[in-house]
């Protein structure tokens, strides 16, 4: 008798299929297919099925729907894998569809959900933004219940700097007004993906499940819901991912789809680090290999892009998370350690569908030729082609750090090292899709590395909202939050005020906080403020002067505006004759200091206090 095992019953689609929660609970004969639904209407028109269940290998695969074929299938080298391709030509409609797998005298029918495309509901980010970075776990807890879940090691411990807190996507939520009323645009979140580690998961950096947002921030459709009540504040949000690696609890690590899907498993030997493998002309092979296939930490797995199956899983995974979430864009870790070659695919995939996107990729260095190397528009010296529009500008922050935190010049101004890091601008294709900042998750707070200086503070704020680029901020840079003494990442993303009920602190309705705190606050929503309307900074030229002794000037311009900034690292009173920048100035004698609503006369000279910076609306007639 034929074993037969049909699982389209309507009540049972509906149950496991329509809910916005995403990720349907597994099904008699099938333990997992993912993606978990699909949308039509996608110009690359081959979907990857990854199908998990006992000896599904063996199995043949078949639609029957219009606009709907399987184009092609290949077993995993684990008999429980099946990867199925289907096509999903223009005719597809949305709808639920059952795919048949069949041997034997076997017949297994699966339902699938496609759906349809909502217009308008991917954004992008551009100059005229400005991000605001949150690590979630310490940002507000807004859910208690999910503190600790049934079944995660890693339970709610607030004492430990490298424990989970407890903050959520329900906290974040909940605060949405507080940083759209900072002035802020963007919100970039770190991991929110599933981390079921042992140890230390709070950051979110080893992903154990690329499908499902961790219980303990909330779920799928919570993140969902999070997107779309930013979207209506006027706040998009960029999410952050991980292709490199993921993490050593992932569910498929005791069952790998293919003997190829990770780099070296049995060794598990560290990476090198040496990225600029990738870019110098004397690399060894060996040497390339050491460094893209190490792993990142012996807890986080590497995963091996070259294997197509893996490719085209982690590449669908991205549009999946954007489609579904209705992103702003992409942040992309650790972007030089995955094959690089297929980063390219990865990008050029991805901005197939969404044009107007945005991504920016994460290498850290202090060289602007190994950074501008991964822009898309880059000729590269070895014909390497990239299509990631945006990169961090960690030169110009090692440049500004610099200056700010040193008592002597290299040579020339205390301020070269800025003037001339700027200057090799011309390295990027587009340095205006840089993103700027003072910090990040993981490096010292900026109002640490500045000894807690609130004048240098000042300045790099005017800096960054000033500068050409996307400036990100990490989330207590505006009320000054620090960690003297220590160099740990768990006390670096420390709570923030307010965010937890028995704080004496809160920075959310200011109560608790010391004036120094409220008053760089203030500034920082002002700054922002200002910067939302300000198209000149958005889209405006850069012209910068040599910069002489502790004075340092630039502008940006347009044929509207001009805003002149200029800074005072000397601990005296100066007073600048504007002789030299009449190229940029055309006659103006009049200014009104943005910070304060003052008006200047600038027809001869500009008076600077000791450790001060000046941002000015100049009256060009």
């Known amino acids: 008798m034929n074993r037969i095992v049909l699982l389209a019953a309507s009540l049972f689609v509906l149950a496991a299929c329509s809910s916005d929660d995403a990720v349907p609970a597994a099904r008699e004969g099938i333990d997992r297919v993912e993606p978990p639904f699909w949308w039509t209407g996608f110009e690359h028109r081959e979907l990857q099925l990854l199908v998990r269940a006992g000896g599904i290998a063996d199995y043949t695969p078949s639609v029957s729907a219009g606009g709907i074929t399987v184009s092609r299938f290949e077993p995993g080298d684990s008999k429980n894998y099946l990867f199925v391709y289907l096509d999903v030509g223009p005719s597809a409609a949305p709808g639920t569809y059952d795919i048949v797998f069949e041997k034997d005298d076997e017949r297994i029918a699966y339902a699938y959900e496609l759906r349809e495309r909502i217009p308008g509901h991917v954004g992008t980010y551009d100059s005229s933004d400005v991000i605001y970075l949150i690590t979630p776990d310490r940002f507000a807890n807004g859910s208690p219940a999910n503190d600790s879940v049934e079944g995660y090691l890693d339970e709610l411990d607030r004492d430990d700097d490298y424990g989970r807190h407890g903050g959520d996507i329900e906290g974040m939520r909940q605060h949405l007004d507080y940083i759209a009323g900072m002035g802020f645009t963007q919100i970039w979140i770190n991991p929110l993906l599933e981390n079921a580690q042992e140890n230390a998961s709070y950051h979110g950096y080893a992903t154990t499940d690329y499908y499902k947002v961790d219980p303990r921030f909330?779920?799928?459709?919570?993140?969902?819901?999070?997107?779309?009540?930013?979207?209506?504040?006027?706040?998009?949000?960029?999410?952050?991912?991980?292709?490199?690696?993921?993490?050593?609890?992932?569910?498929?690590?005791?069952?790998?789809?293919?003997e190829t899907w990770l780099n070296i498993p049995d060794t598990r030997a560290r990476s090198t680090h040496a990225r600029t493998t990738h870019q110098d002309p004397y690399a060894s092979e060996f040497d390339k290999g050491e460094h893209a296939d190490g792993w990142f930490d012996t807890t986080m797995p590497d995963l091996n892009q070259r294997d197509p199956l893996l490719a085209d899983y982690l590449i669908q995974n991205a549009i999946w998370w954007t489609e579904y979430l209705g992103l702003s864009g992409i942040r992309q870790d650790t972007y030089p350690y995955p094959d690089k070659h297929f980063m390219t695919e990865w990008t050029r995939r991805i901005m197939q569908e969404y044009p107007d996107y945005n991504m920016v990729g994460e290498e850290w260095s202090p060289s602007p030729a190994v950074v501008s190397y991964w822009q898309r528009g880059k000729q590269n010296h070895d014909g390497y082609v990239s299509h990631l529009p945006g990169v961090f500008d960690f030169p110009l922050q090692i440049?500004?750090?610099?200056?700010?935190?040193?008592?002597?010049?290299?040579?020339?101004?205390?301020?070269?090292?800025?003037?001339?890091?700027?200057?090799?601008?011309?390295?990027?294709?587009?340095?205006?899709?840089?993103?700027?900042?003072?910090?990040?998750?993981?490096?010292?707070?900026?109002?640490?590395?500045?000894?807690?200086?609130?004048?240098?503070?000042?300045?790099?704020?005017?800096?960054?909202?000033?500068?050409?680029?996307?400036?990100?901020?990490?989330?207590?840079?505006?009320?000054?939050?620090?960690?003297?003494?220590?160099?740990?990442?768990?006390?670096?993303?420390?709570?923030?005020?307010?965010g937890w009920p028995d704080h004496d602190r809160n920075a959310f309705t200011g109560e608790g906080l010391p004036k120094a705190a409220l008053d760089a606050q203030d500034l920082t929503r002002r700054l922002l403020q200002w910067r939302k309307q300000a198209d000149v900074i958005h889209d405006g030229k850069l012209m910068q002067f040599t910069p002489v002794g502790n004075v340092y000037a630039y502008f940006r311009y347009d044929d509207d505006d001009t805003i002149m900034v200029i800074f005072n690292l000397g601990t005296d009173d100066t007073d600048i004759d504007v002789a030299r920048f009449a190229e940029r100035l055309q006659g103006a004698t009049r200014a009104t200091n943005v910070l304060d609503g003052s008006e200047l006369d600038i027809g001869d000279s500009v008076e600077l206090e000791p450790r001060s910076v000046l941002l000015l609306d100049i009256h060009v007639n």
């Open 218 to 258: 909330g779920s799928n459709e919570s993140y969902r819901q999070l997107v779309a009540e930013a979207r209506e504040k006027g706040v998009g949000v960029i999410m952050d991912l991980i292709v490199n690696h993921a993490g050593s609890g992932h569910w498929w690590m005791d069952d790998l789809p293919t």
């Open 399 to 498: 440049a500004l750090q610099q200056v700010l935190t040193s008592d002597e010049p290299p040579w020339g101004s205390i301020w070269t090292p800025v003037y001339e890091m700027l200057g090799h601008d011309f390295l990027y294709p587009d340095p205006m899709n840089l993103v700027i900042m003072p910090d990040n998750h993981d490096m010292n707070r900026v109002f640490t590395y500045l000894d807690e200086d609130e004048d240098l503070w000042r300045m790099a704020m005017v800096f960054y909202a000033t500068m050409r680029g996307i400036p990100q901020i990490y989330y207590g840079t505006e009320i000054l939050m620090s960690h003297p003494g220590t160099d740990s990442h768990g006390a670096i993303r420390e709570e923030f005020p307010g």
